[in-house]
Each structure stands twice: as structure tokens, then as C-alpha cells.
């Protein structure tokens, strides 16, 4: 039994994922759905944990409402991957490694990925990087598909700290990386009609739940990723037109050598010398 929760803006796409789970959910599987009327009103975490709070069933799905599921009876592969030993949250797209530096799941080399994009020209590409496996560990997870049990979302919940529309994706799936073993599953295939956008509100949210959740004692750092993610971090700052004062302070506190190697921390601050004036 699966309760389906879905945070709403367009109604032309949740009646038409509506159909589509009717569809294709599968044979036997009892399931609901949960729309969340949100045109702007409260971020997603708010409308998830609300959609949550009125689900009935002991596993939980939040996804993006604009997806179609691509191939018939994935409930009860989801439900079968949701009963692994000691499973946290099973996604789509995500990743297994969470960088020191505040950067999103999609770190160069480590992303895991199985999900059809289209974009807006209505062009579609695969994202397959699983080799046929059922599934693959990771730490973060993207927020179009969401699935855990409710006892673990009863342990984590998503943190309404993180507001906006941003990072509730990242801060659900690490805190339950912390206690569980998340999943990219390779036997749901869905199809989003969506890239996705950067904005000021993204890059705070990523140093917003860099905050919260620490570092994994369990992970060694990749000083040359770091490196990458720093320079990609200092590009935003300026981008999205932070103060110098605030810049330089989240600068200095994520300016660790022992992290980067003291090489590259040299040429880190050689370079933000020029990205921030």
C-alpha cells in the first residue's frame, strides 16, 4: 500500500500523472493520492510533511507532478526495494559522495542516474548510468521521486528549516543517510519534463543544509572535487550577486587545506581575489 504525495501547482500535469499512476501502478497495489494545493503558498517541505500527515499507508512517495511513469508495475518493485535491510530514502538521481564544500548531489563521477529528461523543446535523453543493477547506494537524493517508509520519514521528516522551493531534497535524504542506506533504484523508470533551475535561494539552501548536516566520518575527501566544487562555489557568489562581506565569509568558512590540499588553497584564494570584489 503506497500513499502518493504530490505538492501541486499545475493542474494539467497532476491530472495527468494521476492517470498515469492509475496505469501503470500495478495490479493489487492499493495506493492514494495526496495533492497538496501549492501555488507559492509554503515550501515544499511544509507541504510534504502536511501531505504526510494525511497519508494512510506504511509507504510514502513524494514526487514532482510533472513525471510519468514509463513502465507497468513499479509499485511493487518500489515496495520490494523499500523492504531492503536497513533502507532510508530510494530516489531516481542521486549520488554517493556529499562534498565538504556546499554543492549539490551531481558531483562529476559520482552520480547515479536512471530517469528519461525532456526538455523544454520537448527533446528527450536517457540518464542511465546503472549498468542493469537493481539499485545502487548513495548519500543524496534529487526530490522528482522520493520513497521511503513511514517509519523512517517518522525518524527524519523534512526539515522546514529549509524553505522555499530548494534543498528539501538534500536535507531529507542526508538526514536519513545518517541512520539508513539510501537507493538510486534501476527498475523505476520515469519520465520528467523538467532541467530544473539555479538560483540565489538554491545556493542558499545548499549552504543552508551543508550547515545542518556536517560532514560522513565514513567518506574520505576527494581534494580535486573539492577544488572543482569551491571554484563552481565562488562562479554562484558572484552570479547570483552576494555581498562581498557575505561572500567572503562563507568563503572563509569552507577555506580548509586539510580538505583541498594546500596547493589548491592557494590558488583558491588567488582566485577569489578576482570572482569577488
Known amino acids: 500500500m503506497i500513499s502518493i504525495i504530490i505538492s501541486s501547482y499545475q493542474e494539467h500535469y497532476f491530472q495527468q500523472i494521476s492517470e498515469n499512476i492509475s496505469q501503470t501502478i500495478g495490479d493489487n497495489i492499493v495506493y492514494e493520492i495526496i495533492k497538496i494545493s501549492n501555488p507559492g503558498k509554503?515550501?515544499?517541505?511544509?507541504?510534504?510533511?502536511?501531505?504526510?500527515?494525511?497519508?494512510?499507508?506504511?509507504?510514502?512517495?513524494f514526487i514532482h507532478e510533472?513525471?510519468?511513469?514509463?513502465?507497468?508495475?513499479?509499485?511493487?518493485?518500489?515496495?520490494?526495494?523499500?523492504?531492503?535491510?536497513?533502507c532510508g530514502v530510494v530516489g531516481v538521481a542521486g549520488g554517493d559522495y556529499y562534498s565538504y564544500v556546499p554543492a549539490s548531489w551531481w558531483n562529476k563521477g559520482h552520480s547515479k542516474l536512471h530517469f528519461i529528461?525532456?526538455?523544454?523543446?520537448?527533446?528527450?535523453?536517457?540518464?542511465?548510468?546503472?549498468?542493469?543493477?537493481?539499485?545502487?547506494?548513495v548519500k543524496l537524493l534529487d526530490g522528482v521521486f522520493?520513497?521511503?517508509?513511514r517509519n523512517v520519514y517518522d525518524d527524519i521528516n523534512f526539515d522546514e528549516n529549509i524553505t522555499g522551493y530548494h534543498g528539501y531534497d538534500l536535507i531529507f535524504s542526508l538526514k536519513a543517510a545518517k541512520k539508513y542506506t539510501n537507493y538510486v533504484t534501476g527498475q523505476i523508470l520515469i519520465k520528467h519534463f523538467s532541467s530544473g533551475t539555479l538560483s540565489k535561494q538554491w545556493l542558499v539552501n545548499i549552504i543552508k543544509v551543508r550547515d545542518i548536516i556536517g560532514t560522513f566520518s565514513d567518506q574520505k575527501f576527494d581534494s580535486q572535487l573539492e577544488t572543482e566544487n569551491f571554484y563552481r562555489?565562488?562562479?554562484?557568489?558572484?552570479?547570483?550577486?552576494?555581498?562581498k562581506r557575505e561572500s567572503l565569509k562563507i568563503v572563509l568558512k569552507y577555506l580548509n587545506?586539510?580538505?583541498?590540499?594546500?596547493?589548491?588553497?592557494?590558488?583558491?584564494?588567488?582566485?577569489t581575489k578576482y570572482l569577488i570584489k
Not at 504526510?52 to 510514502?60: D, I, N, P
Not at 522520493?146 to 517508509?149: D, F, G, R, S, V
Request: aromatic fraction near 10%; glycine fraction near 6%; charge should be positive.
Open 42 to 61: 509554503m515550501s515544499i517541505c511544509a507541504a510534504y510533511n502536511l501531505g504526510a500527515k494525511q497519508s494512510k499507508f506504511g509507504h510514502l512517495l
Open 66 to 86: 510533472d513525471i510519468l511513469f514509463c513502465e507497468n508495475n513499479w509499485g511493487h518493485k518500489l515496495i520490494k526495494t523499500l523492504e531492503l535491510p536497513n
Open 117 to 137: 529528461q525532456v526538455d523544454n523543446e520537448n527533446k528527450e535523453w536517457i540518464n542511465n548510468n546503472l549498468s542493469g543493477k537493481e539499485h545502487e547506494k
Open 146 to 149: 522520493l520513497a521511503c517508509t
Open 233 to 243: 562555489l565562488l562562479i554562484y557568489l558572484k552570479k547570483y550577486g552576494f555581498r
Open 257 to 271: 587545506p586539510w580538505v583541498l590540499g594546500f596547493t589548491n588553497t592557494m590558488k583558491i584564494v588567488n582566485r
